[in-house]
């Protein structure tokens, strides 16, 4: 990660892809691995509790894997050959049996999906969060009249409340597509043309397929999905979509918060968004990280759909591309609903500016072309809409 990177993720975001966790999931693969053929009568129970044992990542020097990946060409390889050997201090019998019947990218891809479902769970909350604010925010000012603007020019009277409920629908609805991807997505994975089926017998393959999905709270997908890779990808577009979402918002705002115009304002709070050399800027910073987000976010999207192109029953160069952008899409999705999520409850709203710039549109018109597009009327009816939309989308249910 560069230093300019930093401030546009979220920490626990990073934390959940650093190397640490990404290690610690491989090593919860690998003893969830043990327990279930022990389970299922393949390798020995004294050798599943002494692998098991072994899993815990404090035990192992992290930074030396990850550089041994370099050579190896697999975070796993070296990540099994230092468990193998940890195994064997105490337990040289038990060594046989780590990572039996299973491959590399079985226990990279469910880190993965470990590290993904945490990373989901922060993104979900702060996007509940952010809707919520702008729900409440929309309420509040349901008939507060302000300008439209279509073609970036003044339009008609509208309110800042059904503004604000176009803005937390999309995240609604994204919320919900999410959790539908995340569910399909989120699979153990285990066997495959290579590997697991060919070594353990199909009954029992399976059986150990089941147990170890129960165990990591991950789905079982029936199979491997070594090289299809479309509900893992489907779920970052789910991100993509999210993360543009999240950036219409902050436009908005950050065209609403111009001096010029000066209708909203970021929550105010010492050293938040100050320039190096003047006093009285302040620079849109939630806004700023929503944006930065939802301009790199399309090309990590379409990097994971051209790794989508994996050779036969293993990916060369495809896979590991994705494994690379993977996470920072992620980064960018979390780091746009965090940002919001901070900044939309603390949003300043400014009612008399909003009256000015309508009447500042109006003046000069005639009087029937006033009465019709910026009559007070305009917002008391966006205001009843407002309300409704807030309604729906409180009681929004995805269509069965």
């Given at each position: 990660m560069?230093?300019f990177?930093?401030?546009?993720?979220?920490?626990?975001?990073?934390?959940?892809?650093?190397?640490?966790?990404?290690?610690?999931?491989m090593?919860?693969?690998?003893?969830?691995?043990?327990?279930?053929?022990?389970?299922?009568?393949?390798?020995?129970?004294?050798?599943?509790?002494?692998?098991?044992?072994s899993?815990?990542?404090?035990?192992?020097?992290?930074?030396?894997?990850?550089?041994?990946?370099?050579?190896?060409?697999?975070?796993?390889?070296?990540?099994v050959?230092?468990?193998t050997e940890?195994?064997?201090?105490?337990?040289?019998?038990?060594a046989?049996?780590v990572?039996h019947?299973?491959?590399?990218?079985?226990?990279?891809?469910?880190?993965?999906?470990l590290?993904?479902?945490?990373?989901?769970?922060?993104?979900?909350?702060?996007?509940?969060?952010?809707?919520?604010?702008?729900?409440?925010?929309?309420?509040?000012?349901?008939?507060?009249?302000?300008?439209?603007?279509?073609?970036?020019?003044?339009?008609?009277?509208?309110s800042?409340?059904?503004?604000?409920?176009?803005?937390?629908?999309?995240?609604?609805?994204?919320?919900?597509r999410?959790h539908?991807?995340?569910?399909?997505?989120?699979?153990?994975?285990?066997?495959?043309?290579?590997?697991t089926?060919?070594?353990m017998?199909?009954?029992?393959?399976?059986?150990?397929?089941?147990?170890?999905?129960?165990e990591?709270?991950?789905a079982?997908?029936?199979?491997?999905?070594?090289?299809?890779?479309?509900?893992?990808?489907?779920?970052?577009?789910?991100?993509?979509v999210?993360?543009?979402?999240?950036?219409?918002?902050a436009?908005?705002?950050?065209?609403?918060?111009?001096?010029?115009?000066?209708?909203?304002?970021?929550?105010?709070?010492?050293g938040?968004?100050v320039?190096?050399?003047m006093?009285?800027?302040?620079?849109?910073?939630?806004?700023?990280?929503?944006?930065?987000?939802?301009?790199?976010?399309?090309?990590?999207?379409?990097?994971?759909?051209?790794?989508?192109?994996?050779q036969?029953?293993?990916?060369?160069?495809?896979?590991q591309?994705?494994?690379?952008?993977?996470p920072?899409?992620?980064?960018?999705?979390?780091?746009g609903?965090?940002?919001?999520?901070?900044?939309?409850?603390?949003?300043?709203?400014?009612?008399?500016?909003?009256?000015?710039?309508?009447?500042?549109?109006?003046t000069?018109?005639?009087?029937?072309?006033?009465?019709?597009w910026?009559?007070?009327?305009?917002?008391e009816?966006?205001?009843r809409?407002?309300?409704?939309?807030?309604?729906?989308?409180?009681?929004?249910?995805?269509?069965?």
């Open positions: 560069s230093i990177e930093g401030f546009l993720s979220a920490p626990e975001t990073l934390e959940a892809f650093g190397d640490q966790a990404i290690v610690a999931g090593l919860r693969f690998e003893a969830a691995l043990a327990r279930a053929q022990a389970a299922e009568g393949l390798i020995p129970p004294d050798a599943a509790r002494s692998i098991a044992a899993c815990r990542v404090e035990l192992f020097d992290v930074a030396k894997i990850v550089r041994d990946s370099a050579c190896a060409g697999s975070i796993a390889i070296p990540l050959r230092a468990l940890a195994v064997a201090l105490f337990n040289a019998d038990a046989r049996h990572h019947a299973s491959t590399s990218q079985d226990v990279v891809d469910t880190a993965m999906a590290a993904t479902r945490e990373a989901v769970a922060l993104l979900d909350a702060d996007l509940a969060r952010a809707v919520q604010a702008l729900l409440a925010l929309a309420e509040r000012h349901a008939a507060t009249p302000m300008l439209a603007r279509t073609l970036m020019q003044p339009a008609s009277v509208t800042f409340g059904l503004k604000c409920a176009g803005w937390a629908a999309p995240l609604v609805r994204g919320r919900s999410l539908a991807a995340a569910g399909r997505a989120l699979q153990l994975q285990l066997g495959g043309p290579v590997g089926l060919a070594q017998p199909p009954a029992q393959g399976a059986a150990v397929r089941r147990r170890m999905a129960q990591l709270g991950l079982d997908p029936g199979g491997s999905w070594h090289t299809q890779r479309d509900e893992w990808v489907a779920l970052g577009c789910e991100l993509g999210i993360a543009g979402s999240l950036g219409k918002i436009g908005d705002i950050a065209l609403l918060g111009q001096h010029e115009v000066g209708e909203v304002a970021e929550p105010h709070e010492p938040r968004g320039a190096t050399t006093p009285h800027k302040r620079n849109p910073v939630a806004s700023m990280v929503a944006l930065a987000a939802a301009q790199r976010a399309p090309q990590r999207v379409a990097a994971l759909l051209a790794a989508m192109v994996q036969h029953e293993r990916g060369l160069g495809s896979m591309a994705e494994l690379a952008e993977w920072q899409l992620l980064r960018c999705a979390h780091a609903a965090r940002a919001l999520a901070v900044a939309l409850p603390g949003l300043q709203v400014r009612p008399e500016r909003m009256a000015g710039h309508i009447a500042s549109a109006s000069g018109l005639p009087r029937a072309v006033a009465d019709e910026f009559s007070p009327a305009l917002a009816g966006a205001g809409i407002a309300l409704e939309q807030v309604r729906a989308l409180r009681e929004w249910q995805p269509p069965q």
